[in-house]
Structure formats: C-alpha cells, structure tokens
C-alpha cells in the first residue's frame, strides 16, 4: 500500500475528542466520588487519582490519537490508519462497501465535523469509521468513493 | 422493482400447515407451558383461568396458525416470486428470481408423513432468508424450484434434466467415524445436565444420601479395598466415556444419515437427515471461503471435515423460529483426507488448482515471542493456584509450563503456513486441530494490518483477510506473528486484485 498518499483529518476533531473526553471524566469523577465518599480508605485519593487521570486524558490524549489517525483514497478504494498504541491499518476496496452514512453528534456539529462510516459485507469489520472530516468533505469523499462502486459486494 | 403491480399471488400452503404452524409455536413455548401446567396444578390458587389456561393459550395459537394459513398467498409473477401473507396487515413481498440463490428445504417427521416441505427462499441480501414458507406440497417445491430457476437462467432451458454426480456419499461406517471424532454426545449430555440442574434433581436430599450410604451396597464398596474401589471407579468412567460416544455415533448417525453432496449444474447440493432431511443448495459463486479441519482424532482415522461460508449467512438480526444461518455449512462433516482436495476444488471451481502452493513461514523471530508469551501466561495463571493445592509440588508444575511453552511455541511455528497463489490466499495453522482455510482472492472484504506495541518492538505485525459469511471470530484468515514488511506487502498484493472491478 506504499503509493498510497496519506493525509490527516480536519484538526477539529481534537476539540470533540477533548469535550467528550473532559464530559466523561466529569461523569466518572463525579460517580467515583459518589462511591468512595463512603470508603475511609478510597478517600479522598480515588476520586482526586480518576480526575487526574482524566485531565491527563483529556489533554494529552486527543493530539496523540489525532497524529495517528490518517487517511489515504486511491483508485481501488480507501486506507484507514489509526492507533497510537494498537495500530492499525485497514485498505477497504471501493467495490466492497455495501452503503456509507455521514452521521454528526451535537459537539461534532459545534465543529461542523462529520463521521463518515464505510459498511462492508464483511465478518469482523463490517462498518468503518473515520472521524474528523470537516462535514462537506465527508460527503465529497463518500460521494467519491460511491461513484464507481457499482460492485455486488460479495 | 415490481413492474408488475397488479399481479395477484393465488397460490395457497398445503391444507395442512396450520399443523406445522401450530407445533412450531409449541415447540418454542413448551418449556413456559409445562411450568404454567405444573404450577397450575400443584398450586391451591391457580391463575385467573385456573387449569383453563394451557389450552386457551394453544387453541388461541392454533386459530392464530390457521388464519396465517388461511391467509398466505405466494405466486410467480413475470418478474418474480410474490410472498403475501396476512390480510388486515398485509404484507407484499417481491423477490426478483434472478436475486434468489436458494431453494432450500426442510422436513421433519411430521413432515415427511404428510409429504410436505418447510420452504427457505434464500437471496445474497444476508441474514435470514427472504421467504420462510411453510409448508408446501413436494410437487409444489419442485414446480417453485424450476419455476425460479428457469426464469432466473432462461438461457439455460434445458433444466428438464439436470444431471446430478454424486461427489460424496456418507456410509453409516464413515458416520460411525464422524461420530467417535465428533463427540457431540457430550455436548448433549451437558445439555441435559443443565435442565435437570436447573430443574432441581441435584439438590441434595439428606435422607437419600444417608439411606445410599447405608445401604448394604455402599457396605460392599467399602469393603472391597482401595484397589478394587480405584478399579470400579476407572471402569465407571470409562463406561461413562463409552456411553457418551455411543451416544456421539447414534446422533451422528441420525443427523447425517444418507448425507450425500452432488453437483447439479455447477452448484452444489446436499442432502441428509434421518428424521428430519435438510436439502441444501451450495451455490458456489456464495461460496466465500472453505475450511478444512482436523483434529487429532481425525488424523487417526485419516479423515478431515470440510464446511464453506455462504454469502449472507452472517450479520443480521435473530430471526424467530428459524436456525438455519446457525447451522455449519457442510461441504463433508466427516470425509476420507484424500477426497478432500477433489471437494475443495469442487467448491471452488474458479480457482486454478494445477500448481502447488508455495508456503511461507511465519516471521522467525516468531517463535521465540510466542515461547515467552506462553510461558508467562501460563506462569502467571498457575503460580497462585498451584501454591494453594501443591504447596511444594507447586515449583514442578510451574517449572514443567516451560518446556510445555516451548513444545507449543515450536509446533505452532511449524504448522503455521500461509501461501498466496494467483486467485487465492491459503492459510494453515494449529498443531493439535490443524486448520486449512482458503479464501478466494475475489471474495476478500477488507485488509487489515494490526501492530500492537510487543509486535513493533520486534517488527511484527498481525494480518487479517476479512470475508463475509462468518462469524467475527471464524471469518476470513487471520495471521499473527508475521513480519511487518511482509504483512503490509501481502495486504497491498491482496487489496489490488480485491477492488479489481469483476
């Protein structure tokens, strides 16, 4: 897959990985603090460690994660690299995707970033995503990717 | 695409589906009906309808299975098979034959002693099946069959005579043999364990236990001396083993009985079944990937099984009342090692079999990774529990995993293979059940190369070739341990001849 030209996502999705992230670590702080309250010797350093944790996460994570994400289109269809730890590279032939979805959260909205998801006939990777397309561009590339994937698909 | 809208389905189920319909639903509600008639029963405050209420519930399905019946149309329009079923919410189906890919049948006693046939018409759309209809007359599965399958191929009119050659035919003593390898018996026996379990036989009842214990039987036991008492013990079990694969022949036998695969028209079809005859179609452009497995039995008796993915069989959601995308696709549940390769190449007939694959190993460090892995693993999962049972005896059982790790991380070395021919990708693992699986070029979904942190240290990478027609965990062809030049050469090779437009 080496000719392939590989490129990043809109550097947007930083910012919704960094919102999701900061919502989940509120959640978990806030129920982790809820049920050590209780527990001499869970507190108060559980809920102080998990809220660390989580701002670590919230900070550190989504560049990292961002800079591993790549994407590259040629010819026969789609590569998919991602993984900062686990990596992972997936090549999708166009002529196997079965029909595609561009979906937005209310935060991916914010951004005006769209998830575009590739559905194959596949066992074990049947849908594909990729994050952090600016939205129109999402729709451009699925509209690409469409346009000569007249396949059966099996 | 029904460009035939005023086509009305007039074609009826035979008289006596509501009797299929009926003991269908029985079958799916005995277990809740049995405990509503025995609570019934022995409870002094019945329900609402008190002993009135089992036969209210199956008369109200049986009218429920009559009106289905009474109610289902199907015919053969111009362009394709019509499905209608209920009236006050009615429902028009229309399946274009040249979408259809299989007829298939299936009849259980009750099903054979009428001479009818539940109906699966299958298209490539995946999941369950387009048309669950039951039951047909066998004249009438035998008209829908040419009716479709002429129109689907009307260039192809010459159906009247199909000629069909018998590839494989299973004598009861190959079904003997599948039986012993298979052992399916125990997971019957578990089964049964599980509802007498959860049906109370095993709650311990004192009185039993003390009248056993003293009863002039046990006295004989315990003064027989610790030999004889070791002797009776190894006898019970091994009479335990014996009944349970007796068991495994006699299941094996009822299942697969007659189990014959043939090859009509460059499709293939199986049929068997005791009791209950399942008749498959095989169409081979489904087919997606064929298996070969063997486990250590099999190689005593020299035989392997075959079974292919079908297109369509995975994904979905659960469909009532049917099973059968659960079921394996048999190419030969059991078949003489050397007749394997003629039936691959029959389900496969695109491929050019004429040279000999060559086959690469995997990456050579691998077998050093996958010695300490094991090791490790198996130290790290046995150290606690040996120390409580062994004590001292603890420090040979750890220290015997390593030589073990060693004999498993050589042997799956060794038995691990992959080859990549000109229209397919053959993979080989296991040393203990070696597997051969063989994916189609054209048939490969997606390419996947995976690198976990252990596998960049050491340069490695994981490849998988995902197909469709399996569960997540069986599909497709997934090797670990390769190195990362060449798992990303071998997805690049893979991905280009995949989205080549057929």
Known sequence: MAPLQLSHVDSGIIGVWRWEAAIATLIVTVAVTAFSFSIPPLWPLAPLLVFIAGILRTWWWPPLSYRHLRFGVDDTGIAIESGVLWRSRIALPRVRIQHTDVSQGPLERRYDIGTLKLYTAGSRHTRIELPGLRHEDAIALRDALLAEGAGSGV | MASDPDFQPTLRLHALSWVFGLSGAIKQMVLPLIALLFFNVRDDTPGPFGPWIVPIIVAAVAIRAVWVQLTFRYGFSPTGLVVRRGMVFRNVRHIEYARIENIDTERGV????????????????????????????????????????????????????????????????????????????????????GVLHEAGVFVINRQLVDRVLESSSAAGLAALGLMMQIALGAITILGAIIAVRILSVVLAIVTFYDFRLTRVAGDLRARYGLFTRVALTLRTRRIQAVHQHESLLHRWFHRVSLNVDLAGDSGGDQDEGDNSRMKTRWLAPVCPASAAPALIAAALPSLDWSTEPEWHPLAPRARGRIFRKTALWSVLILTAPALWYLREGAIVAVLSCIPLAWMHAHLYVKYTRWALVGDAMLFRHGWLNRRLTIVPRDRVQTLSVEASPFDRRSRMASLYVDTAGASAMTAGIRIRYLPADVAERLAAALYRTAGATT
């Open chain 2, 110 to 193: 009750l099903h054979r002693l009428f001479g009818v046939a539940e109906v699966r018409v299958q298209t490539s759309t995946g999941g369950k099946p387009e048309a669950l209809i039951s039951v047909l007359d066998l004249a009438a599965v035998q008209e829908m069959r040419e009716r479709v399958f002429s129109e689907a191929q009307p260039a192809e009119k010459t159906i009247e005579a199909p000629v069909e050659n018998t590839l494989l035919h299973l004598t009861i003593g190959e079904l003997v043999r599948h039986g012993l390898i298979d052992n399916r018996g125990m997971i019957l026996v578990a089964a049964a364990f």
